[in-house]
């Protein structure tokens, strides 16, 4: 199975905001981030855009550049809850459908700082996540061309918000719906992955 079917199936089947699969052979261990799951994280998260500095840790170095701070500090949150996994392992491939690709994003550049590998970062649906002097960081890091961001035409939520630019390459898959939340949706995103 292509590994971009194993992240959105197993996001399909989860109830928590990230999920953790074990590596088999010829397959590094994957972090999957889901989207937003409730109103609660709608505000807390989507709408909190302020900038915040990225990766914390590189503040004083200033090696890194602003992005949206409801993301990060949904991914710092998560990356929390998973550091024994994250210990544990290496060579990572990390996705993630609209916020959690954000999340994805974050957390490839974060293992990155820490001396961790990253495979490859494959999103669905993802918002804008940074200032461009993040998105010169993450190139910075090698982790442009590892980034692959699947996106939809009418998929409204990869064009928000406005203050940030996407980070990696933009793949559009052919879907004519025209209906934006179904464009966005998750399902959509699952079906079109072949």
């Known amino acids: ?35 937003t799951q409730n ?12 900038p915040t500095f990225w990766p914390p840790e ?3 170095s200033r090696l890194g550049g602003r992005v949206h701070s409801g993301f990060a500090r949904r991914t710092n949150y998560l990356m929390n ?15 993630g459908h609209s916020l959690g690709g954000s999340c994805a994003i974050l957390c490839a550049s974060r293992l990155i700082n820490i001396n961790k590998t990253v495979n490859a970062v494959y999103t669905f649906g993802v918002p804008n996540i940074g200032t461009s002097k993040f998105r010169d960081y993450y190139k910075s890091l090698g982790l442009w061309n590892k980034t692959t961001n699947y996106i939809t035409e009418n998929d409204f939520v990869v064009n928000l918000p406005f203050l940030y630019k996407s980070v990696g390459n933009n793949y ?5 719906e025209k209906n934006g939340l179904i464009s966005h ?10």
Do not use: W
């Open 39 to 50: 109103l609660k994280e709608l505000f807390v998260h989507d709408f909190n855009i302020l």
């Open 185 to 194: 949706d998750l399902v959509s995103y699952d079906n079109l992955v072949k």
């Open 81 to 95: 809850t998973v550091d024994e996994f994250i210990n544990k392992h290496d060579n990572f491939i990390l996705g």
């Open 172 to 176: 559009l898959l052919e879907f004519e």
């Open 58 to 60: 590189n503040k004083k």
């Open 1 to 35: 199975m292509k590994i971009e079917k194993i992240i959105t199936n197993a996001l399909l089947a989860q109830t928590n905001g990230i999920i953790c699969i074990e590596p088999k052979i010829n397959r590094p261990p994957i972090i999957a981030f889901a989207g």
